[in-house]
């Protein structure tokens, strides 16, 4: 992987956020996904034309890629998003291997647009019972059976 | 929306969590959406099978009951998992604007299980540059573009 960032990804992500906004009516956000240097899958945001609220164009990159490869696991890939990543596309990067983000507008700019993480920022550093999110845990001792399957199981595929 | 967590919908998360790895190998994770009491969509750990690394159990039942019900906002149901979700799927429960979580296992039971989580949590909690992932921010001004195409857009769809 190249030291330097990759600038002409970035603004292909730039590219297709704007597009989706003045084609497609759809959020501000594009993502793009490489490896050595060329372009595995890109993706932009499509909560509202796909009904998926886990659409962000992260996360579309990411499925795409690895739909791409056919791998769960784009170690050695990185991404380029147009914006700051919320808290579950950094997430999905993360499960996803990724080895490094390159990122244009920051979260105050998707702020200043209306896309305010902040209360969700606030939320993950809280604990379940601390949340605005009503949450209830329940059942503690009846949730240890799949784990121990999961213990017991030969030859079972990590991830 | 019921003020007692619904435990058969619960339990129905940790059936799920439980055939995963017994009939597919997969993680030992399940979760079930609800509105007014009744089932609307469920979800496992699809990770390793659908080469997909955003397809945890509560993503995967989150984006079925979007399909189901032809909306990106699931106001007005709740989610019951097998397991304390992890940030990406926290945020995705915030995202698409569920009015509750009960969950069963806890992080530390996963973290037992080898899913820890804690990296993540502490990654999150960190500004950009100073995260163990590497992390460049570029071009802040070519990003206002997609911005401003979004705040001059008439009749938006906000999400």
């Known amino acids: 992987m190249s030291t330097t960032p990759d600038l002409s990804a970035l603004r292909e992500a730039l590219r297709l956020a704007h597009e989706n906004v003045v084609r497609h009516g ?11 240097g060329a372009v595995v899958a890109v993706g932009q945001n499509q909560v509202t034309r796909a009904c998926d609220p886990t659409a962000h164009a992260e996360v579309v990159a990411i499925r795409a890629a690895c739909a791409q490869l ?40 998707a702020a200043a647009a209306g896309f305010d993480d902040e209360l969700l920022y606030r939320e993950l550093a809280l604990p379940p019972a601390a949340r605005a999110l009503p949450t209830v845990q329940a059942l503690r001792g009846e949730a ?7 213990r017991a199981l030969p030859d079972k595929q990590a991830y």
Chains 1, 2 share one sequence.
Do not use: K, N, Y
Not at 26 to 36: I, Q
Not at 74 to 99: D, K, Q, T, V, Y
Not at 144 to 150: G, L, P, R, S, Y
């Open 70 to 109: 056919g791998t769960f696991d784009l170690s050695g890939c990185e991404i380029h998003s147009s914006c700051e990543p919320c808290p579950m596309c950094l997430s999905a990067i993360h499960w996803a291997r990724l080895e490094r983000l390159t990122f244009a507008g920051t979260r105050h700019d």
């Open 26 to 36: 759809g959020g501000p956000f594009g993502a793009v996904v490489t490896r050595g």
């Open 144 to 150: 240890q059976a799949a784990f121990e399957a999961w």
